[in-house]
């Protein structure tokens, strides 16, 4: 199959990807589709949410900065467990993945 | 001439300034280059055998408070009078609190007996397998650093200079003998006193004066975790802490110190060795450290550890600081050797340098800080342990 | 406890070829990485349950990876190597743990799997580090936005996840990695207004002649240019961002050019990047002496000067996956022979080959440049920490009014660098903004541990059997 054209690019079809199948989790109660090997963060933004924390200081959104594991920016609550690097993170099937404030330790 | 420009340094020089002397501060490297950032800002009644020191210290209490509103910047030092709270895990240890807290409270400590049942009102989060604590409302902190810092600029206002990376190298003499200024790498500035507050490094600047003062490190870690909500409310620590304080060994002691800041992380402390100047990190002690910290606060086991950065507390034989004109070398004064407790003794050290070299009467009795109580043979002066018994001085620590 | 003959860290190209090099030649060899497959940040792999068919259009030498790629697996077949992935090392202390007979070693200590709970202690008699690097970014008004993000890390997110960051995308900032990430994002559907880079092209004229000595970089580098030219994605040297603009995410920023003309752009990501700085906790925690420009100092066979400690790829100084691998076949090469008690022989192609990539690379260094002035664009309010939200005003006040003269000093006065990061990422800013030199990172803790890891000790040894992730 030669290279898509211009209105047909997409990461997925660039590499010819043929990913297994499609699973949900949730963002702050909305479902999302996620696709198997990808992380959080990668979820997030194909879905076009690109910040899913609010800092301790000044409650300014951020998302991912670095990419690789190295800024601590894109910390994300997932299932209950606060501080988690979206961008690292696997998603699963069934994920509960909510928008942290502060320390992201809202709970305790 | 104030050399060195830490907490001891900078509340020296802030006094001093006010009393309306002319100061200059002096430091090979940055304001509170040195032990000042490397500490957690105690300001500590609680940990004070009675004498000297603790009176030193209840002087010091009352003078942090007036400075900190004095000068307006509570907030920006995170001054906050949180209280203390130590705690035993035995009925022995528990008992031996009491015995303490009562010889203090004649020196005007307030000691509260908190009971083991009543300990988790005041620390949620406390473990409910000790026997019974004390709680101190005195004990405050503060932010080390910035509080040198904005001492420093404050006493600038006032008058003083301020020379950064500059190092000094020797002192000047009089036809007398007596002391006259630093020579530094660059350049000499005259003083009628020059001020030994290099703390941990106090002994090299007295043996620019051919005088003794046996200043050693005593190396110390903390724990910094992730920031979290508020904790620990007080600053907490184990009975024990009090005897590793007065303990004379070299070896490794480490009792679990934990407290929270106002931006969010918890401090874990505390450990002392004596291991010279060695600057590199050791796991074991980290892992006591953490071992101690949980073993009072079961919820910590989950939060994570950031970072980690150690000091030198300036430690000397007797556990009391050298503070006072030294009689061996006119013109020269020390302010150093307040071993861990440097934050909390600097207001009152800084008040009673300023009396003395004003010559009025001292608000304390400065005697048993006198610096040249020490003579001048025993100890090695290389921070390197040397006790009697070999394993006991091992260095490879 | 199970002890290797070696141990690498990072399974990037100088890591891979470090062991494979060490495999071949017989040793025993423990190759840790955090990612679950090889490859590092250069040839960081989809995930496997994308099941990309034509992987290769995301890499540029996806030959050579493909080979390093199989010579793995073989290895790992012949159990010559234990790959453990998923292993965080957070620590490095000397000493194996053996009683008496061998003296010497390291225990590796590695947080496991992607929660990061639990660790495991790996004991190898000689270690190996190819930590890499990440990117420097130098600070700007907005550039804590959502949507504002490295260079590298978008290039990364594309590679793992098959996702872009926005759809329109502007690439910025200084340095080799621009034009492959613009490429890439261009190809995988991304509509890249432009790559603005604030180098001037005449240093790259300057040094002509040891451009020309790598022929093969100029046309890899040729091929990207030739790419996005096709696409229609304006080129522009000495521009760089001056703002990023937006609410709560990035909506548009405002280049500048060399004559000080602005352009605002509409766009809803920003690819940034001001080159790369080496990982080198791991190294310090050892004692190993870093080099004048931060980077771990090795000598011709990448040895450290800590025994039986060596050094291969960006750890050692910025230079790109081909230098990384050649390092890593010396640093193979060298610690088969060393940890013999031998000295090593037939490196000498591969350290001729090392100082050809090296000299290319101090070219590419010194042609690609900081954009001119960026401290008096950033305000006071510009956050320059960003884990502490630490603004430029607190760092300028540290040094003008609290006497700070170096980067430990404002760090403890105004709280940069303090945070998760541990400076990281705000080193190089806050430096520049408080004028004092620059210093790396140094942390006993590579990663963030819990207490509870720490109290226990010692740790579980690594099972050799458990070379997935535990979780």
């Known amino acids: ?108 | 001439m104030v050399v060195g420009a830490g907490m001891t340094g900078a509340a020296c020089a802030w006094y001093a300034a006010r009393a309306g002397l002319r100061v200059a501060v002096v430091d090979r490297g940055a304001v509170a280059g040195g032990t000042t950032g490397a500490g957690e800002g105690n300001l500590l009644v609680s940990d004070k055998e009675p004498g000297p020191e603790l009176d030193l210290a209840m002087l010091s209490t009352r003078l942090w408070r007036e400075l900190a509103e004095e000068a307006g910047f509570a907030a920006d030092i995170e001054y906050e009078v949180k209280g203390g709270l130590v705690v035993a895990a035995q009925p022995e240890g528990f008992a031996a609190l009491e015995a303490f807290a009562r010889q203090q409270r004649r020196s005007g400590v307030v000691a509260e007996s908190v009971a083991a049942d009543a300990l988790p009102e005041l620390e949620p989060h406390l473990s409910r397998e000790l026997a019974g604590g004390f709680y101190y409302p005195q004990d405050a902190q503060v932010q080390p650093a910035r509080a040198a810092a904005l001492l420093i600029r404050d006493a600038r206002r006032m008058g003083a200079t301020l020379h950064t990376g500059t190092t000094v190298t020797g002192l000047t003499r009089g036809a007398g003998g007596e002391v006259t200024g630093v020579v530094t790498d660059r350049g000499t500035l005259r003083a009628s006193w020059v001020l030994n507050a290099a703390g941990t490094w106090g002994g090299e600047i007295a043996k620019l004066a051919d005088v003794r003062l046996p200043v050693l490190p005593r190396r110390g870690f903390v724990l910094v975790t992730e920031p979290l909500p508020r904790l620990v409310r007080h600053k907490v620590y184990a009975a024990d802490y009090v005897a590793d304080v007065a303990s004379g060994s070299a070896a490794l002691q480490a009792s679990a110190v934990v407290e929270g800041t106002a931006a969010g992380p918890v401090l874990i402390g505390a450990s002392r060795e004596r291991v010279g100047f060695d600057r590199g990190f050791s796991l074991e002690v980290a892992r006591l450290l953490a071992r101690r910290a949980i073993e009072l606060f079961p919820a910590l086991e989950q939060v994570r550890v950031m970072r980690s950065y150690l000091g030198f507390r300036p430690y000397m034989p007797d556990h009391l600081p050298a503070i006072g004109p030294d009689p061996r070398a006119p013109g020269l004064v020390h302010a150093c050797g307040h071993e861990g407790a440097g934050i909390g003794l600097a207001p009152a050290t800084g008040h009673l340098i300023s009396l003395l070299l004003t010559g009025q009467r001292p608000a304390l009795d400065p005697a048993p800080f006198r610096p040249e109580r020490f003579g001048d043979g025993g100890i090695a002066d290389d921070g390197i342990a040397r006790e009697g018994i070999a394993d006991e001085g091992a260095v490879d620590a | ?471």
């Open chain 1, 1 to 108: 199959m030669t290279r898509p054209s211009r209105r047909l690019r997409t990461p997925l079809a660039l590499v010819e990807a043929q990913p297994g199948p499609a699973f949900h989790v949730t963002f702050d109660g909305r479902t999302l589709n996620a696709l198997p090997g990808q992380t959080v963060a990668a979820v997030l933004w194909s879905a076009g949410i690109v910040s899913w924390r609010t800092t301790r200081v000044d409650e300014r959104p951020r998302g991912v900065f670095c990419g690789i594991g190295t800024c601590f920016d894109c910390l994300v609550t997932a299932n209950g467990v606060p501080n988690q690097r979206a961008c690292l993170v696997p998603a699963r099937p069934g994920d509960v993945i909510t928008t942290q404030r502060g320390d992201g330790h809202d709970s305790v």
């Open chain 3, 1 to 471: 406890m199970t002890r290797y003959d070696l141990a690498v860290v990072g399974a990037g190209p100088g890591g891979l070829a470090a062991a494979l090099t060490a495999a071949d030649g017989g040793l025993r060899v423990a190759l840790i990485d955090g990612a679950p497959e090889a490859g590092g940040q250069f040839y960081r792999q989809t995930a496997r349950q994308l099941r990309a068919r034509r992987p290769e259009r995301l890499y540029h030498a996806w030959s050579t990876w493909a080979s390093l790629r199989d010579r793995l697996a073989d290895h790992r077949t012949a159990g010559r190597i234990a790959f453990l992935t998923e292993r965080h090392v957070w620590s490095v202390e000397p000493g194996d743990g053996a009683e008496a007979a061998e003296p010497g070693g390291f225990r590796i200590h590695a947080l496991v799997g992607a929660g990061q709970t639990a660790s495991e202690t790996v004991a190898a008699g000689g270690l190996v580090l190819a930590t890499g690097g990440y990117e420097r970014v130098l600070p700007f008004p907005g550039w804590t936005l959502p949507g504002v993000l490295t260079a590298g890390g978008a290039q990364a997110m594309l590679k793992a996840g098959l996702v872009l960051p926005g759809r329109r995308v502007v690439v910025a900032g200084s340095g080799p990695l621009l034009l492959p990430v613009a490429s890439g994002l261009a190809a995988a559907g991304a509509d890249v207004t432009g790559l603005y880079d604030s180098s001037a092209p005449r240093a790259f004229a300057r040094h002509a002649a040891a451009l020309g000595r790598n022929g093969e970089k100029l046309i890899e580098g040729a091929g990207y240019a030739a790419r996005l030219a096709r696409r229609g994605v304006r080129i522009r040297f000495r521009h760089s961002v001056t703002a990023a603009h937006g609410e709560d995410r990035l909506e548009a920023v405002t280049i500048a050019g060399p004559d000080g003309r602005e352009q605002r752009i509409a766009c809803d990501a920003l690819a940034v990047s001001h080159g790369m700085l080496p990982h080198t906790e791991l190294a310090q925690t050892l004692g190993a002496r870093l080099a004048a420009d931060g980077s771990v100092a090795v000598d011709t066979e990448q040895r450290t000067d800590v025994a039986h400690l060596w050094a291969a790829g960006e750890t050692t100084g910025i230079g790109g996956a081909a230098l990384s691998q050649v390092e890593g076949e010396i640093a193979g090469g060298s610690a088969t022979a060393r940890l013999r008690g031998q000295a090593p022989t037939g490196l000498a192609a591969k350290q001729t080959e090392r100082r050809r990539l090296t000299a290319f690379a101090e070219v590419i260094q010194t042609a690609y440049t900081d954009p001119a002035d960026w401290e008096r664009r950033v305000t006071d309010e510009t956050v320059l920490c960003r884990c502490e939200e630490v603004t430029a005003a607190s760092v300028r006040e540290a040094v003008s009014d609290l006497g700070a003269t170096d980067l430990r000093t404002v760090k403890l006065l105004t709280r940069a660098g303090m945070g998760w990061c541990q400076g990281r990422i705000c080193s190089p800013g806050v430096a520049g903004i408080a004028r004092c030199p620059f210093t790396p990172v140094r942390t006993p803790f590579a990663r963030p541990v819990p207490l509870g890891v720490l109290a226990r000790s010692p740790d579980p040894e690594h099972s050799p059997d458990n070379e997935g992730t535990a979780s």
